[in-house]
T-cell receptor, first 117, second 114 residues
Framework: AQKITQTQPGMFVQEKEAVTLDCTYDTSDPSYGLFWYKQPSSGEMIFLIYQGSYDQQNATEGRYSLNFQKARKSANLVISASQLGDSAMYFCAMRDPRGGGGNKLTFGTGTQLKVEL | NAGVTQTPKFQVLKTGQSMTLQCAQDMNHEYMSWYRQDPGMGLRLIHYSVGAGITDQGEVPNGYNVSRSTTEDFPLRLLSAAPSQTSVYFC?????????????FGDGTRLSIL
């Protein structure tokens, strides 16, 4: 069974600084996809970034980048130049090719990020 | 640019009542799913559908029913509400089974069972 572990329940970062949110995963499948979602206090789930298991390069999307270390089974999210609007809950998720018709997402428990002035 | 639309946004029920949470998407996505989010936990899959007329159970299906008569709609029915079903419910859709396809989520329905 797949498992996603996010060991940081809460994180603080100063505005304009970079922050890394940790995510480790466990799977026996050679093909998988890793996603990060942002959930602000308003409650919606916002897709941020995707990394495929066969991707040679780390994914980047604007201020978001994914530090993918396949051998360590980690997929950490890096947010550069933090902004107050980045304060939110962040979820790491993995697509399970064997569950939910190949579309099931297994989620971690999330990291609550607070950006301070 | 509606995406995934869930109604209602909030609902309070009494134990034993039934209700339907509505979900509609306008992106012609084949895949739709329902998740629930409980405090301190990530989202867990309730039911999913890979196309009209095809549904299957996720990891926490008990007490819920679904149907998919059209590509656009995927309602979730609570047959006899229980306090353990107090949660935030998210509907999601994606265009296929490719690993790179992100799932698009609705804004959620916050449900309280008294």
């Amino acid at each position: 069974a797949q498992k996603i572990t996010q060991t940081q329940p809460g994180m603080f970062v100063q505005e304009k600084e970079a922050v890394t949110l940790d995510c480790t995963y466990d799977t026996s499948d050679p093909s998988y996809g890793l996603f990060w979602y942002k959930q602000p206090s308003s409650g919606e789930m916002i897709f941020l970034i995707y990394q495929g298991s066969y991707d040679q390069q780390n994914a980047t999307e604007g201020r978001y980048s994914l530090n993918f270390q396949k051998a360590r089974k980690s997929a950490n999210l890096v947010i550069s130049a933090s902004q107050l609007g980045d304060s939110a809950m962040y979820f790491c998720a993995m697509r399970d090719p064997r569950g939910g018709g190949g579309n099931k997402l297994t989620f971690g428990t999330g990291t609550q990020l607070k950006v301070e002035l | 640019n509606a995406g995934v639309t869930q109604t209602p946004k909030f609902q309070v029920l009494k134990t034993g009542q039934s209700m339907t949470l509505q979900c509609a998407q306008d992106m012609n996505h084949e895949y739709m799913s329902w998740y629930r989010q409980d405090p301190g936990m990530g989202l867990r899959l309730i039911h999913y559908s890979v196309g009209a007329g095809i549904t299957d159970q996720g990891e926490v299906p008990n007490g819920y029913n679904v149907s998919r008569s059209t590509t656009e709609d995927f309602p979730l029915r609570l047959l006899s509400a229980a306090p353990s079903q107090t949660s935030v419910y998210f509907c999601a859709s994606s265009s296929g089974t490719g690993f790179f396809q992100p799932q698009h989520f609705g804004d959620g329905t916050r449900l309280s069972i008294l």
